[in-house]
């Protein structure tokens, strides 16, 4: 019986490499969304976007963690490399490819760097994006270490948040700081409202991402979107031996 159990073991720690690189394959079924999406092409490259109206609203808190998590990334099909550590995040990952069809291009030399379930987030976002014609998001940071004047971790930290500050929609490159409209929240979902309020307003109100700051939450974001999902812990903070540092979240 002792035998047994240790080549059981044996088979499971040997597997899971397998399962969390972009070359494994794993037994463990992508929920039925996922296998859906991947079955349509929206992974990459993109199939036709669904209409708005038929896009339903998602909870940050049903998006996986950890080897769940890696899983559903290579189910969907989309290029990454697992990191194997990465400080205040819990499954740092890589983007090397497309996320749902949609182009993440850095502003600076930094690729996209962020917790796994971030990127199933922004994947999930996908077709919104389509929707409105966006093929490319310009950010200009994903993870980076930092603390809020709370001594909270700020979500940056931790690899749950993106700064989007430019997108690409048809053949026009929209600016957040030029092409926003400020004082439409109330009317930015309207089809006749410019490309980046719909954006914002669309995907605030899809509700998968916990916060959305535009330029009319307050003057720090006067250049770009903050697009953030909950962590799965319920409270994170910095070591007290850390560097003070009072940042916006």
Known sequence: MLHRVVTWLSLAALAVPACATNGGRSAVRAPSWARDETRAGTSSPAGPAPPVENLKAHDSRTLPGGLACLIQLQELGISHRNLR?????DTPVRVTGLVGGIRYK???RRSLIADCR?????????PY???LGVSEVHFSGAYSYRRMPSGR????????????????????????SEDYELGLEEDGCR???????????????????????????????????????????????????????????
């Open 191 to 249: 089809s006749d409202a410019p490309p980046l309020n719909r954006m914002a307003c669309l995907l605030q109100d899809w509700g998968l991402f916990d916060r959305v700051l535009t330029p009319d939450f307050d003057r720090a974001h006067f250049n770009h979107f903050h697009l953030a999902i909950l962590s799965l812990h319920r409270r994170r903070h910095v070591p007290r031996d850390s560097p003070p540092r009072a940042l916006v979240d």
């Open 85 to 89: 550590s990465l400080r205040g995040v």
């Open 153 to 176: 971790l700020s979500r940056h930290a931790m690899g749950l948040a993106i700064d989007v500050h430019r997108v690409v929609v048809g053949d026009r490159l929209l600016k957040v």
């Open 118 to 126: 971030l990127v199933l987030a922004l994947h999930r976002a996908a």
């Open 106 to 108: 850095p502003m600076g």
């Open 129 to 131: 994006l389509r929707n």
